[in-house]
């Protein structure tokens, strides 16, 4: 029998003979997050948190248009642990929200997005909206392989904005 190579995780103060955690390394991102999840302050994180087209529609229009924003749609205002891991990580590349839809103030340009899922957007110069997860579970090595090449584009937009010339 093949030995797997195992993360054993301490939470601060923690005893290790009773709160010890011993996981496979496939499980790397799962122990992190947990641990995340428990001593994580719920305050440190990057995403702006929207309700109604009053907070919405500012988030979507500020700055460059042609920057993507990643948005998570849902119905309440509590932000997981992976969305808000996810906003420190890509900051300030791409910028994060979520928007709680729960009292039905919907913009238009979110009419395609399924309650609960994730979506990068843009305005340039019509809406391009790519949704990145739909529904719970959403996995993080999923999300950065994909929230990469978002951030790709918005570096190379950004370097390319900054290199004309003032005078057009």
Known sequence: QKELPAFVGFPPGAAV??????LPASS???????????????????????????????????????????????????????WRVLSLE??????FGQVDISDGDVLPELDGIPVGSIACLRKAPQWNVTVLHEGSGAKYDELTRRLDKFRAVNKYRAEWIAAMPDEL
């Not at 890509?90 to 910028?95: A, K, N, T, V």
Request: charged fraction near 30%; proline fraction near 7%; avoid cysteine.
């Open 17 to 22: 003979e009773d709160k010890m955690r011993i």
């Open 28 to 82: 790397t991102i799962d122990l992190v997050l947990t641990l995340a999840t428990e001593h994580m302050p719920k305050d440190r994180h990057r995403v702006t948190l929207l309700n109604g087209r009053a907070k919405t529609k500012p988030f979507l229009d500020e700055g460059d248009k042609g920057i993507f924003r990643a948005l998570r749609v849902t119905n309440t205002s509590k932000i997981p642990t992976l």
């Open 90 to 95: 890509y900051h300030p590349d791409i910028p």
